[in-house]
């Protein structure tokens, strides 16, 4: 048994994707599981899943039922970049028995947030510029990699620092604890008065 899926886009009630799922590929909440890791435009807070299965029995069905919802719904405008050119069928019954995709939110969570990690350890190979606190250029790294191994400074605080544009500085914390941590640029003057270091990364 297989079925067709859609992604409505609950922002602007627009269908952005169509897929398939059958039987000897794998499951719908595999398939589900695999967009959330893979593609960037996939967010399940604000995407509705929803599904038809019934009289889908063999891929080659499926595989129709695919080409003529993207052709239908114009998903090809969107993220749908295969069978964009089949066209509409004129012998499938118009179908509105989709069903809603239930899942556990938690699950779905985790895995937001292992994609957000992936996204940010791939900066990893990026070259990165390191300033003092007058955002004087001191030194010149080849990826974060080895800024953090120079500094006392993790990966992740250093994307941090450098997604924000500097807007945001790295320093140890203000009670000498010994653990960094990022700082707004409202703290500035604050670490300039105490005479702490702080220093900006930004992204070469």
Same mark, same amino acid.
């Given at each position: 048994?297989?079925?067709?899926?859609?992604?409505?886009?609950?922002?602007?009630?627009?269908?952005?994707?169509?897929?398939?799922?059958?039987?000897?590929?794998?499951?719908?909440?595999?398939?589900?599981?695999?967009?959330?890791?893979?593609?960037?435009?996939?967010?399940?807070?604000?995407?509705?899943?929803?599904?038809?299965?019934?009289?889908?029995?063999?891929?080659?069905?499926?595989?129709?039922?695919?080409?003529?919802?993207?052709?239908?719904?114009? =998903? !090809?405008? /969107?993220?749908?970049?295969?069978?964009?050119? @089949?066209?509409? +069928?004129?012998?499938?019954?118009?179908?509105?028995?989709?069903?809603?995709?239930?899942?556990?939110?938690?699950?779905?969570?985790?895995?937001?947030?292992?994609?957000?990690?992936?996204?940010?350890?791939?900066?990893?190979?990026?070259?990165?510029l390191q300033f003092d606190k007058?955002?004087?250029?001191?030194?010149?790294?080849?990826?974060?990699?080895?800024?953090?191994?120079?500094?006392?400074?993790?990966?992740?605080?250093?994307?941090?620092?450098?997604?924000?544009?500097?807007?945001?500085?790295?320093? =140890? !914390?203000? /009670?000498?604890?010994?653990?960094?941590?990022? @700082?707004?640029? +409202?703290?500035?003057?604050?670490?300039?008065?105490?005479?702490?270091?702080?220093?900006?990364?930004?992204?070469?």
């Open positions: 048994m297989g079925c067709v899926y859609r992604y409505l886009d609950k922002r602007d009630n627009i269908i952005k994707y169509i897929g398939i799922v059958w039987s000897n590929n794998r499951t719908l909440k595999q398939r589900i599981k695999e967009h959330i890791k893979n593609d960037d435009w996939c967010d399940k807070e604000n995407y509705k899943v929803e599904y038809i299965e019934e009289n889908i029995v063999s891929r080659t069905d499926a595989e129709y039922f695919e080409a003529h919802y993207i052709s239908l719904f114009k =998903t !090809d405008q /969107y993220y749908n970049k295969s069978k964009t050119g @089949w066209g509409i +069928s004129t012998f499938l019954p118009v179908r509105n028995d989709w069903i809603e995709y239930k899942d556990r939110p938690l699950e779905f969570k985790e895995l937001k947030i292992h994609k957000t990690q992936e996204k940010e350890f791939r900066h990893n190979s990026k070259p990165i007058n955002k004087k250029l001191v030194k010149h790294y080849n990826s974060i990699k080895e800024a953090s191994e120079c500094t006392e400074f993790t990966r992740c605080l250093i994307v941090m620092c450098a997604k924000s544009n500097m807007k945001r500085f790295v320093s =140890t !914390d203000e /009670y000498g604890s010994g653990i960094s941590m990022t @700082w707004e640029e +409202s703290w500035a003057d604050h670490f300039n008065e105490t005479g702490r270091s702080f220093y900006y990364f930004k992204f070469a």
